[in-house]
């Protein structure tokens, strides 16, 4: 159980058009949904927090109007990096949270490799 | 604020040795877990233990232990036995208080390379 799915796995695209990432829930309903973002050989950084019916929470630093978070379902939240550019290319990661666990843990998707050209 | 600090940027060990990789933190929170995660070259992350601030023992998990010293603020993993597979990235990570809305913090990582 706990699956979260994460599409596109890679993605290439043009300098100035948006690329959209979905995350799911598969088997779990997820009221709040992590975005982090990995450059090569670094840390998962923490982009956002994704929360179902409201606005996202952004973290210090990443520009909300550049990467719109819709978490319009409990099992779906999607990324779309808009007008992106060459510095937006990195791995983005979604995780989850399932009730009734306590101890935290996070759930994570597969990930998206975004190359921007 | 939550800070995780791993000092080993990368580490070597012979198959079927055993190997600790650091990790110390630092939170205001009373309480708090850490986690630690191996993300193989494929990107994605695999969690492999849990332990709480307020647990007694330390936690275990098949070829995984991790060593909790409270009062040092580490958390180091132990990986007995390697295995050529075990070859990845490993992040510890930590929540605080508030389990249902925060995410985790991690740390920079540890690449280890399990030689035959």
């Known amino acids: 159980g706990a699956v979260v799915s994460q599409h596109p796995s890679w993605v290439i695209c043009k300098s100035g058009t948006s690329v959209k990432i979905e995350c799911r829930s598969l088997d779990f309903q997820a009221t709040t949904m992590f975005w982090y973002r990995q450059f090569p050989k670094q840390s998962l950084m923490l982009m956002a927090t994704s929360n179902e019916g409201s606005k996202a929470t952004y973290e210090q630093g990443v520009e909300k109007d550049k990467f719109l978070i819709n978490h319009a379902s409990l099992t779906l939240s999607t990324l779309t990096v808009t007008s992106a550019h060459p510095e937006d290319s990195s791995f983005y990661i979604c995780?989850?949270?399932?009730?009734?666990?306590?101890?935290?843990?996070?759930?994570f998707g597969e990930g998206s490799r975004l190359t921007v050209l | 604020a939550q800070k995780i600090t791993q000092t080993q940027p990368g580490m070597f060990v012979q198959e079927k040795e055993a190997v600790t990789l650091d990790c110390t933190y630092d939170t205001s929170d009373p309480s708090y877990g850490l986690f630690w995660y191996k993300q193989p070259s494929s990107g994605e992350m695999i969690f492999l233990i849990y332990q709480g601030s307020y647990d007694q023992q330390n936690a275990t998990e098949g070829r995984y232990s991790l060593n909790f010293q409270k009062a040092r603020k580490s958390a180091n993993l132990v990986i007995s036995a390697s295995q050529l597979g075990d070859s990845a990235m490993y992040f510890c990570?930590?929540?605080?208080?508030?389990?249902?809305?925060?995410?985790?913090?991690f740390g920079s990582g540890t690449r280890l390379q399990v030689q035959p």
């Open positions: 990570a930590m929540r605080g208080q508030d389990t249902g809305r925060r995410a985790l913090t």
């Open positions: 995780s989850a949270r399932v009730a009734g666990i306590n101890t935290g843990e996070l759930f």
